[in-house]
């Protein structure tokens, strides 16, 4: 079982460029969640996809937007890239309710 | 508004010596609550998941526990070693959420050789 992948690992862009950002889940989860972490701080919550819809979303701004596919893989878009969402992005992938839920090792996004 | 603390922020210890790190949230209504370690720069790595039914749970030299009333966590580690170095963070998913979890900021473990 290879968990939860992301690619790519590091990313630089330019400031107002866009990003796509790419999940795998954990072989028979069906849900990802996508988080930022910034330096020094806990996750935070971004958005959830399930069943290829948007379940769940966070206090972020419409710049982030995300998208699942029938193999429940997942992408997260940013566009009109800040210095300030410089950040590890994380994705995470569950099945079903009161389970773990498994990370991926993260792509660190360096905007300059 | 659920919120996670996590003390103390930073923790350096000889190693052998047992520790305890300390998570808290503010509102008792969670699903569960998971400890998760991670190395610099990485992801995330899951030690032990609590059900909010649950006191503790157990993973060789790790032990959680649980006391929702109070709002706390503690992972207690025994006989640390310098390869427990890394950020340990405790996050609790919200029942009425589905799968939003809110992390604490962690606490930054070395252990000194």
């Known amino acids: 079982d290879a968990g939860v992948t992301q690619s790519p690992t590091h990313l630089i862009k330019t400031r107002g460029q866009q990003v796509t950002l790419r999940c795998s889940p954990k072989s028979g989860h069906d849900t990802v969640s996508w988080y930022q972490q910034a330096l020094g701080q806990g996750p935070q919550f971004i958005f959830q996809y399930y069943e290829e819809e948007e379940r769940q979303r966070g206090n972020f701004p419409d710049r982030f937007s995300g998208h699942q596919f029938p193999n429940y893989s997942s992408e997260l878009n940013v566009n009109a890239l800040l210095l300030g969402d410089s950040a590890l992005y994380l994705c995470a992938s569950i099945t079903g309710l009161n389970t773990e839920a498994f990370f991926g090792q993260g792509t660190r996004l360096t905007v300059v | ?113």
Do not use: H
């Open chain 2, 1 to 113: 508004k659920q919120e996670v603390t996590q003390i103390p922020a930073a923790l350096s210890v000889p190693e052998g010596e047992n520790l305890v790190l300390n998570c808290s949230f503010t509102d008792s209504a969670i699903y569960n609550l998971q400890w998760f370690r991670q190395d610099p720069g990485k992801g995330l790595t899951s030690l032990l998941l609590i059900q909010s039914s649950q006191r503790e749970q157990t993973s060789g030299r790790l032990n959680a526990s649980l006391d929702k009333s109070s709002g706390r966590s503690t992972l207690y580690i025994a006989a640390s070693q310098p390869g427990d170095s890394a950020t340990y963070l405790c996050a609790v998913r919200l029942p009425t959420s589905y799968d939003k979890v809110i992390f604490g900021p962690g606490t930054s473990l070395s252990v000194i050789p």
